[in-house]
């Protein structure tokens, strides 16, 4: 087995997608980089180039469907420029083969193709001894085979070859001469594979999954993955086993006392907390109380919001004394807004972990979960999610605030997806009518860390801000919407104190 400590790496120059492999492709060995059309094989082809020529390593494309023209056109649409040290060598069948009238009768075309095209591989490898190299495509040399024997006989003479001039090669395959020849599969050093959804709506998505690299520890699963200008951009799926340090316990505060007494002293570092009611009851103006509070300490923030524009949202938050236009304009807020039907889960994931280790965030919202399970592709699979990112957070030290609004407004309530024991404490927000009134409620209902009360409040908010009420201990069935009146008749809701 290939030491990994000692093994010496050709990084791909693909961001995530060198995390995957465990720092690159081991070098003077065969690959194979498969994927339907436009899953942007070509375009990690020319950052695997292009990274050796940084490197000051010469670099060869040997291009069988693709002309010179289009590959630098191709690099020209992400800025970049090809330099002298890669050459792109267009390799087609020879005039003489195209035309039928010098075709001979006795050799198949195909023999004579395949024979011509190998020579002229050979040819320009031994001229220019590159160190990477990349073959386009395999779809090519397996027509001209015409059978898997011999084309398997075919991809064994360049992996000899290849491997005799100490060249790390890239393979890339378009699967569709035939899409479930696994010949090469057997053959390459390692493979990976790129695949593009079509969801029902929104843009599409592409992820990719590394199904063999002999002697070496990678990432296995899927990972999403982006083309954009500048090439491709992965984002390895997250472990959060693999994260974690040390941080205080101490719990921290809303800034508003009655919020605190009721989650028995605040909240807690390294914990998640869901917010949950209905639309406008309240959640999202609690847990950015929480966010100014963090900044008040002189601590980091952010808030990822799915579901509302952020113009609108700062106006409607200045209102009730939050501004977090202020906040973010200061530094120690990153406020994103996100689409959920642009972006994919590992990529939101990603942005997630750079707001916590590289812009210091200690507290984070994410409103709505609704907007976040819009997407996944299933329920199972954003619970999964979920359950990663909540205890990559929670082994940060981060405190995580999570709102999701249930269908309905008042009586049955429903959820569009279960979370609550991935949660360290829920805090369960109502409508409820009196006294020809609509008011809400708060209480809170689980708290893994300490005590907390059990009472349920009256939540009042208005251009001052929130506040918590006094128990309503003279209402019976708040948490159904319609409850019954039990207490004296000149008494009135929050009448108790705090």
Same mark, same amino acid.
């Given at each position: ?39 942007? &094989? ?8 292009? *990274? ?32 002298? /040290? ?46 990477? =190299? ?43 001469? *035939?899409?479930?020849? &696994?010949? =090469? ?78 989650? /028995? ?38 808030? !990822?919001? !799915? ?13 009730? /004394? ?25 990529? !939101?994931?990603?942005? =997630? ?6 812009? /210091? ?120 919407? =319609?409850?019954? !009146? ?13």
């Amino acid at each position: 087995m290939i030491s990994e400590a000692a093994a010496e790496r050709a990084a791909l120059g693909v961001k995530g997608l060198d995390e995957v492999l465990g720092g690159g492709l081991v070098r003077s060995r065969m690959y194979l980089l498969e994927g339907t059309p436009g899953t942007g &094989k070509t375009t990690i082809a020319l950052q695997f180039l292009l *990274e050796g020529a940084r490197a000051g390593e010469t670099g060869l494309y040997i291009t069988l469907s693709e002309t010179e023209e289009e590959l630098r056109d191709g690099a020209a649409s992400h800025g970049w420029t090809i330099p002298d /040290g890669i050459l792109i060598y267009e390799l087609a069948p020879p005039e003489s083969l195209l035309d039928h009238e010098q075709q001979q009768s006795v050799l198949y075309s195909s023999d004579l193709e395949l024979g011509e095209t190998t020579r002229r591989i050979f040819e320009v490898v031994e001229r220019l001894k590159p160190s990477r =190299v990349v073959l386009d495509s395999l779809s090519e040399i397996r027509l001209l085979a015409q059978g898997s024997l011999r084309y398997r006989r075919q991809v064994l003479a360049l992996k000899h070859y290849f491997s005799r001039h100490a060249a790390t090669v890239l393979l890339l395959d378009d699967m569709t001469s *035939e899409p479930g020849d &696994k010949t =090469v599969h057997s053959v390459a050093h390692g493979v990976v594979q790129l695949e593009q959804l079509a969801p029902t709506y929104g843009a599409e998505r592409r992820r990719l999954r590394v199904l063999k690299y002999r002697g070496v520890t990678y990432r296995g699963g899927f990972h999403d993955f982006t083309i954009a200008t500048g090439g491709v951009v992965a984002f390895p799926r997250l472990v959060s086993a693999e994260h974690g340090r040390a941080f205080s316990r101490a719990p921290l505060t809303s800034g508003i006392d009655s919020l605190d007494r009721l989650l /028995g002293g605040g909240g807690e570092p390294g914990s998640a907390s869901l917010l949950i009611g209905p639309s406008g009851s309240g959640k999202s103006i609690l847990a950015y109380s929480f966010v100014r509070a963090a900044i008040a300490r002189g601590e980091r923030a952010a808030i !990822f919001v !799915f579901d509302e524009e952020i113009g609108i949202l700062k106006a409607r938050t200045r209102e009730m /004394g939050l501004d977090l236009h202020a906040m973010q304009q200061s530094g120690a807020l990153a406020l994103q807004a996100v689409d959920a039907a642009e972006l994919s889960p590992g990529e !939101f994931a990603h942005r =997630v972990r750079w707001a916590v280790e590289q812009q /210091g965030a200690s507290t984070v919202v994410i409103d709505s979960l609704n907007g976040y399970h819009a997407a996944m592709p299933d329920e199972q699979h954003l619970v999964l999610h979920m359950h990663e990112l909540l205890h990559f957070l929670n082994r940060q030290g981060t405190a995580t605030f999570i709102t999701l609004a249930q269908h309905g407004l008042v009586g049955d309530m429903r959820t569009p997806v279960d979370v609550t024991y991935l949660s360290d404490t829920i805090i369960l927000l109502r409508y409820f009518e009196a006294a020809g009134e609509v008011r809400r409620a708060i209480s809170v209902i689980k708290k893994r860390a300490g005590g907390h009360e059990r009472t349920i409040r009256e939540l009042q908010i208005d251009q001052y801000g929130i506040a918590v009420g006094g128990p309503l201990n003279r209402f019976q069935g708040v948490l159904r919407g =319609v409850p019954s !009146f039990i207490g004296e008749p000149a008494s009135l809701l929050g009448a108790d104190p705090a």
